[in-house]
């Protein structure tokens, strides 16, 4: 992506499957919102047009896959048996687009013919259209050498070939890669360093023609007006919708802001480390996901504005918040003191990882569902709270009880939710907040009198 930017083109960004880490990347390397294609999360009929609605008016397009090329739902956990074999996989994916794919293989442990072999597995394994390899942690010249005449033999171009770069790595922890926001000034240096990488070890050309030669794509875009069914509420009151930004909340859906903006709310960032005030005429607060366990005593320290949201949300005013926007809602956080929106409400770091796709019914009313509803979302998280739900439950799914906590306006959970696959959430939030607006409105009106 970064390479191709670099060539002056007009570069759409993917990522398959619902990691939201990577896309961070790929917006800095492409100056575009990173966006994800999930069946799984949005449905096998969406993928196409929202992969149409991030290339608009793009000269190329790259998708970045998820685990094996043939890795799906089931190798996430899925808590649905719908969701088996290589449903929601890169292949999945790739034979939705009819798109070619490039297989980026690791060679670092294996001579040329047993890389070719893998190779060979792989083209031959399921029906996508392998276009070309690159060859990935090449030990030496004569390796490469190896590897090449091996996959060339195949019949298959080599199309890169790869030594590694200590100065091209990002660091990891717990839950994958550290977010670009996080370190911004570093992942810049080293998204433009992989990119020179890139430009200097790849046929860029032939990658090119390669895309040039996928398979027209007959759908239409995505379109968030119509998703929401947006009408007449370009003339209504559009309510301010405050949504979490910053280092801590670093997760969320591009469709998300852009469903509610189209079901009529104005969407405006702040950032919870920073920021010691929400944004005036505030009607409602969306909380994503993030890292806000590697923040705590920063969030804490933010005094006036965790007593802001605290006020906020305990007087019923709607709030969404999903995984570390639950964290923050919180009594406590690792001892640190969070809003305490939810009483009582402590989280801790966990043992283990929680990590998987979630087929998931509403158990309560709240401001983006209606008890009985089915949502399609997944969890991602190390930590645990305690209790893991309060006297309205928020979800429930296969093999857990109730979790989530909804009380009085807000709602939170470690769900996460695509919202192109759930819709009415934008269009009931925005009505939610709506409402609110008018309540300030009247609230200001007796004031003044």
Known sequence: MAAFARR?????????????????????????PGRNLDPWLT???????LFLHGADRADIAIVEGVMGLYDGAA?????????????????????????PVVLVVDASAAAGRSVAALVHGFRSYGTVRVGGVIL????????????????????LPVLGALRHHDEATAPSRHLGLVPAAERRAEAVATVRRLGELVAASCDLDAILALARAASPLTAGPWNPAEAVGAGSQESARRPRIAVAGGPAFTFGYAENE???????????????LRDER?????????????????????????????????AFGKSSRPVYAECAGLLYLAQELDGAAMCGVLD?????????????YRAAVAVADSVVARAGERVRGHEFHSTVTEPVHGDRAAWQWAASGPVGFVQGGCVASYLHVHWAGSPWFAGRFVDACREDARGEDARGEGERE
Request: net charge negative; charged share 20%; aromatic share 4%.
């Open 8 to 32: 002056g083109l007009a570069v759409s960004p993917h990522k398959v499957g619902p990691d939201y880490i990577d896309p961070g990347y790929h917006a800095l390397a492409t100056g575009r």
């Open 43 to 49: 449905s096998e009929e969406l993928v196409v047009p």
């Open 75 to 99: 190798g996430l956990g899925t808590s649905d048996a719908a969701g088996g074999g290589d449903y929601a996989s890169t292949a999945h994916v790739a034979t939705l687009l009819d798109t």
């Open 136 to 155: 990935n942690r090449l030990g030496s010249d004569g390796h490469e050498r190896m590897c090449r005449d091996a996959v060339e033999d195949l019949g």
């Open 258 to 272: 852009e469903l509610l903006t189209a079901a009529g709310g104005e969407v405006v960032r702040f950032d919870p």
């Open 278 to 310: 929400l944004p005036e005429r505030t009607s409602g607060v969306v909380i994503g996901g993030g890292f806000p366990e590697m923040h705590a005593a920063e969030l804490s320290s933010n005094e006036h504005l965790r007593h802001e949201l605290s």
């Open 344 to 356: 009582g409400v402590n989280a801790t770091m966990a043992s283990r990882l929680t990590l998987g």
